[in-house]
T-cell receptor, first 117, second 115 residues
C-alpha cells in the first residue's frame, strides 16, 4: 500500500486563491520531505526540501514567499501556493524517504493537479 | 554535462521482447541508484533500487550497476503493453545514502511496448 499520502489530488480554483497541499508519511517518520512540480511532458523539478522543525531549503529560482512550506511534525509537510495565478498551474508531487535507515528509497505521493482559472 | 543522463526516447519494443534502459551519472561518489516508473498523469513509482556493482533481479526487472563506468541500466524482460511509461533514473549525491536525501533525476526515457 501507499507509504506517502498526498491530499488533495486535484484543485481547481480562481486566480488569487491560496492553496494548501498536504503530504503525510503513513508508517514511518520523515525528517525530510521533498516537493516537486512537473509540467506536461517535462521532467520532475525539485522545488524545495522540507525539514522537520526548521526552515525549508529552496532550489534556485523558486520563490519561498510564493511557495510556503511547513514541516511541523515528523509525518506531515504542507506546501501552500500563495495567491496562485494561472502560471502556477502544474502537477505538484511530494516524496519522503522510507524511514531513517540507510539505503531506504524515497516514495512519492500521488500528486496534486493544480489548475488556476 | 547533466548530472544524470538518459535518452529521452521513445524506445519502442515489441511485446515479449527485452527493453533495455540506460542511465549515466557524473558524480563518481554516488552510492544509491533507483529506477522509477511514471505513467502519464501519475506520480513516479519505485521499481528498483541498487547499491552495489553487478545485477539485481526482481521479477521481470533487472537493474545493473557499473560504478567504474558510472552507468546504471534497467532491463525489462517479456515486455508488456502495461510497461509503457516513462522510466526515471535517480541517484543520491556522492557519499550519502539513505531515504532522507535529495535525489538527482534524469529526464526519463519513454518506453512504448507495441502489440
Amino acid at each position: 500500500g501507499a507509504v506517502v499520502s498526498q491530499h488533495p489530488s486535484r484543485v481547481i480554483c480562481k486566480s488569487g486563491t491560496s492553496v494548501k497541499i498536504e503530504c503525510r508519511s503513513l508508517d514511518f517518520q520523515a525528517t525530510t520531505m521533498f516537493w516537486y512540480r512537473q509540467f506536461p511532458k517535462k521532467s520532475l523539478m525539485l522545488m524545495a526540501t522540507s525539514n522537520e522543525g526548521s526552515k525549508a531549503t529552496y532550489e534556485q529560482g523558486v520563490e519561498k514567499d510564493k511557495f510556503l512550506i511547513n514541516h511541523a511534525s515528523l509525518t506531515l509537510s504542507t506546501l501552500t501556493v500563495t495567491s496562485a495565478h494561472p502560471e502556477d498551474s502544474s502537477f505538484y508531487i511530494c516524496s519522503a524517504g522510507g524511514g531513517l535507515a540507510d539505503n531506504q528509497p524515497q516514495h512519492f505521493g500521488d500528486g496534486t493537479r493544480l489548475s488556476i482559472l | 554535462q547533466k548530472e544524470v543522463e538518459q535518452n529521452s526516447g521513445p524506445l519502442s519494443v515489441p511485446e515479449g521482447a527485452i527493453a533495455s534502459l540506460n542511465c549515466t551519472y557524473s558524480d563518481r561518489g554516488s552510492q544509491s541508484f533507483f529506477w522509477y516508473r511514471q505513467y502519464s498523469g501519475k506520480s513516479p513509482e519505485l521499481i528498483m533500487s541498487i547499491y552495489s556493482n553487478g545485477d539485481k533481479e526482481d521479477g521481470r526487472f533487472t537493474a545493473q550497476l557499473n560504478k567504474a563506468s558510472q552507468y546504471v541500466s534497467l532491463l525489462i524482460r517479456d515486455s508488456q503493453p502495461s510497461d509503457s511509461a516513462t522510466y526515471l533514473c535517480a541517484v543520491t549525491p556522492g557519499g550519502i545514502t539513505g531515504g532522507g536525501n535529495k535525489l538527482t533525476f534524469g529526464t526519463g526515457t519513454q518506453l512504448k511496448v507495441e502489440l
